[in-house]
T-cell receptor
Framework: GENVEQHPSTLSVQEGDSAVIKCTYSDSASNYFPWYKQELGKRPQLIIDIRSNVGEKKDQRIAVTLNKTAKHFSLHITETQPEDSAVYFCAAPSGYALNFGKGTSLLVTP | SQTIHQWPATLVQPVGSPLSLECTVEGTSNPNLYWYRQAAGRGLQLLFYSVGIGQISSEVPQNLSASRPQDRQFILSSKKLLLSDSGFYLC???????????FGSGTRLTVV
């Protein structure tokens, strides 16, 4: 199945700075890459996704970039706010399911 | 619009007792359905998935089982719980490959 590596495992930034989380995948045929945000005690929620026919997608302060050649994709959060503090998971297809990275705990300090 | 319901929200069960968690989806037909488990502070482990009624695929050997008796109903069961079954159980659905999941609100299971 698909192997998804996510880095870093923890990230601390000051409010207003940018945060970048990176994931690599192993299956070159993978064509869909979602990102999820999970606040403490809650369910993961889809925040942005990208398909392999584009290299970048942006939604307000968040963006995702995809490098198919290198088989990695990244989540970029600009102008971070305390409410961005959460665990973020990347995922890639594995058969009929999604395999998730191990998560990045992001802390935004005021 | 589509909604997903999962219950109960919390459960405390003794070792050796049975388990039944239920998940239903509304507003769509023939969804792909999934059960994931998340141990405290850990990632998301796929347990089962189903692409149709009566079709169940298991990803890890364990004492859990899943069933899909109706198109939009997915049930996670165990005959005898182990301490290691404690965790946060999440049901999810999606339209098919190439789409993201929508997760249910989760069940926090503590086996004592």
């Amino acid at each position: 199945g698909e192997n998804v590596e996510q880095h870093p495992s923890t990230l601390s930034v000051q409010e207003g700075d940018s945060a970048v989380i990176k994931c690599t995948y192993s299956d070159s045929a993978s064509n869909y890459f979602p990102w999820y945000k999970q606040e403490l005690g809650k369910r993961p929620q889809l925040i942005i996704d990208i398909r392999s026919n584009v290299g970048e997608k942006k939604d307000q302060r968040i963006a995702v970039t995809l490098n198919k050649t290198a088989k990695h994709f990244s989540l970029h959060i600009t102008e971070t706010q305390p409410e961005d503090s959460a665990v973020y998971f990347c995922a890639a297809p594995s058969g009929y399911a999604l395999n998730f990275g191990k998560g990045t705990s992001l802390l935004v300090t005021p | 619009s589509q909604t997903i319901h999962q219950w109960p929200a919390t459960l405390v069960q003794p070792v050796g007792s049975p388990l039944s968690l239920e998940c239903t989806v509304e507003g769509t037909s023939n969804p792909n359905l999934y059960w994931y488990r998340q141990a405290a502070g850990r990632g998301l482990q796929l347990l089962f998935y189903s692409v149709g009624i009566g079709q169940i695929s298991s990803e890890v050997p364990q004492n859990l089982s899943a069933s899909r008796p109706q198109d939009r109903q997915f049930i996670l069961s165990s005959k005898k719980l182990l301490l290691s079954d404690s965790g946060f159980y999440l049901c999810a659905w999606r339209m098919g490959q190439g789409y993201g999941y929508t997760f249910g609100s989760g069940t926090r299971l503590t086996v004592v």
